[in-house]
């Protein structure tokens, strides 16, 4: 391969990276998502904010910003969460946190109230920016489509 073409694979490599990194889209108004979230999609049960230190320790997330979850009353997996975080790298570590959290929340499900354990199979859980968002509900499609209407 002459140097030419492997410059020019070189060149073309590097700007689809930086493209990829400069699209990222972020949330814009985490709050509004996570009410969103709660009040706009139907569940079985009736969700309530958590209380941000509880909520905080459930989770185990670290360098939190602010942070917006709504559960029901425990007879069901319902659950809404934005978590806005000091950065993006940990706001990675918190997704990691969130998928724990929706595994943990399974396996205390199976034994429970098995039913509930398709919800949980189906949560959305994504990064965008400093956010992290999860949603637990028969409806991940209507998730999906709020989420996607706070992107900028």
């Known amino acids: 391969m002459s140097f030419m073409k492997r410059f ?17 889209k972020t949330i814009d108004s985490p709050e509004q998502l996570a009410k969103d979230l709660a009040e706009k999609i ?17 989770y185990g997330v670290e360098e939190v910003k602010e942070i917006w979850v ?22 990675k570590k918190a997704l990691e946190k969130v998928k ?5 929340q399974k396996s205390a499900f199976e034994s429970y109230v098995p039913a509930e354990v398709p919800k ?19 409806s991940p499609e209507e998730a999906q489509k709020l989420i996607e209407q706070h992107l900028k």
């Open 8 to 24: 020019c694979c070189a060149a073309a490599a590097a700007l689809l990276l930086l493209a990829g990194c400069s699209s990222q």
């Open 42 to 58: 139907t569940y079985q049960d009736e969700l309530n904010r958590m209380e941000d230190a509880l909520a905080t320790q459930i």
């Open 70 to 91: 709504y559960v029901g009353s425990g007879a069901t997996a319902e659950e809404a969460a934005v978590i806005q975080l000091d950065n993006e790298s940990a706001a």
């Open 100 to 104: 724990e959290r929706v595994d943990d």
């Open 120 to 138: 949980l199979e189906k949560a959305v859980t994504a990064q965008y920016g400093d956010c992290v968002v999860l949603s637990v509900s028969d």
